[in-house]
């Protein structure tokens, strides 16, 4: 009897100091909140004593996926390039800014759900980490698409300095982030203005047709038109994306093999092929690494972001290839 009461009086005091410990030491208790309601967006971290090597390194990589054909893949390509991104450990932003809000509801965030996102932000109604939501990715956010969106462009007519709502808004909050994906609509209006402004280059996802190589040109003067106005004289070309490849075909051999006659390493060498995966994702309102990671769809994604990422490294200043956009869509409409 007595050895049972001694050892129930030593267990009392063991737990009485456990807890007495943790009352001690608020940070222990903060860090088991945090991680059961993460922050959005949490801080980037660095290892111990690893600094940026550059000072724009703390600023993420802005880059803007667009196209002015529609179906080419575009939506695709910003939802699970953002998602691969994310899943090799980058912190990573996705910007909904098409009306049809196609990349929120791949993300089972759709537009009739949303009662704050990205025209909020625009119209400075919110500030942006207000309208972050996270997604089913760890370190994948998205500022999603609202029914809002479709009259933003009536309200901005006499906004002043309107061509730059989205990049104030990214260089006053998406610091913790290392690449801002923007989805942009297919359409050079206002909306694709604003993330073509707010971008660092301009990923241009091309399906292997003619129609999608004349909607490849009209972009590429748009760009002329953005750099030499003036809007953005930093943006550049990221680089051009092979969607929808059926290798199968003549067609698509001919057209993949005149890009890349024309515009040389532009072109990645990732070409994402056309899979059934890929269009049924969407429809259970997931990226396609979450729906069938082992896919030949999630696969291509994973090595465009590998590819990506060894540019991004290789890196030595930005330089632009010498021939300029415009006598590169003269070679194009030439041949």
Known sequence: MGSTLLACCVLKACVVKSFSILLASPGAVSSHITRVFPAVPRPVAHPQ?????????????IIAISNQKGGVGKTTTAVNLATALALEDKMVLLVDIDPQGNASSGLSVPKSDVHMGVADVMLGCRDLPEA??????????????????????IELVEASRREYRLKRAL?????????????CPPALNMLTINGLAAADGVLIPVQAEYYAMEGLGELLRAMNQIQKGGLNRNLSREGIVLTMVDRRTRLCRDVADQLREVFGDEVYQTEIPRNVRLGEAPSFGKPVHAYDPLCRGAVAYTNLALEFLQRMEAEDGGTDSATSAVDNVLKMEAS
């Not at 004593?49 to 990589?61: E, F, I, N």
């Not at 260089?171 to 989805?183: L, M, R």
């Open 49 to 61: 004593g690893s600094k940026p090597s550059h000072p724009m390194d703390l600023m993420p990589r």
């Open 171 to 183: 260089d006053a909050h998406a610091g913790p982030y290392d690449f801002v994906i923007i989805d």
């Open 132 to 153: 972050v939501v996270p997604t089913c990715i760890d370190g994948l956010h998205l500022l999603p698409a609202t029914r809002d969106l479709i009259g933003l462009e």
